[in-house]
């Protein structure tokens, strides 16, 4: 990268959050630190930073409420990682529930949280606002609600965070591989589930409407399009 990120990371475990840092501000980062959530909370909210690598567990306010008062209380929509030794698809959707964009179980290799963490830097380019556009699809992240043609799309957790998803990798199709992993984590479901839940989301999303906005990208994944 040209220039490097400003990253807060939010973690009690002091050896590890040590890793962390040493590791990021070796490729160029910079690093800001706070060991529990109220403090984490103040320092989202005070300073000017391009991703948050929040932990769960944390002291006084974890990271699921953390998160939450993020996007209720910021004027602008910060990419937030959460890292947590949490696996099950509960925990997973309750890290998306509160905000989080992407998810990282413990323990990981260092080389792949600085992946996601630039990765999500460049998700964070899309606007400062937490309103997404395509077409005639309107997406708040902070309520997380989306309307088409001015109509509710009712989506359960799956199905909302495909939308998500896709909408901001708009207009590129985003591949089932790295759709599953950010919904599932490194040990996805058959890819049924997300075929099933592809299903779901077509079912809302365009079957009321004259003109289909998702797309199958055959031998590659999906993608949102707009009609001409």
Known sequence: MSAGLDILLVEDNQALAANIIDYLESRGHRLHFAADGPAGLRAALETPVDVVVLDIALPRMDGLALCEQLRAQADRRVPVLMLTARDTLDDKLAGFASGADDYLTKPFALAELAARVEVLSG??????????????????????????????????????????????????????SELSRRIWGEEPPSSDSLRSNMHLLRQVLDRPFAAPMLETVHGVGYRLVVAA
């Open 123 to 176: 998700r964070g380019s899309l606007g400062a606002d937490y309103t997404l556009a395509i077409g005639d699809l309107v997406i708040d992240r902070r309520a997380r609600t989306a309307t088409r043609a001015g109509t509710p799309l009712r989506l359960t957790p799956i199905p909302w965070q495909m939308l998500l998803l896709l909408a901001e990798a708009y207009p590129a199709a985003l591949p089932r």
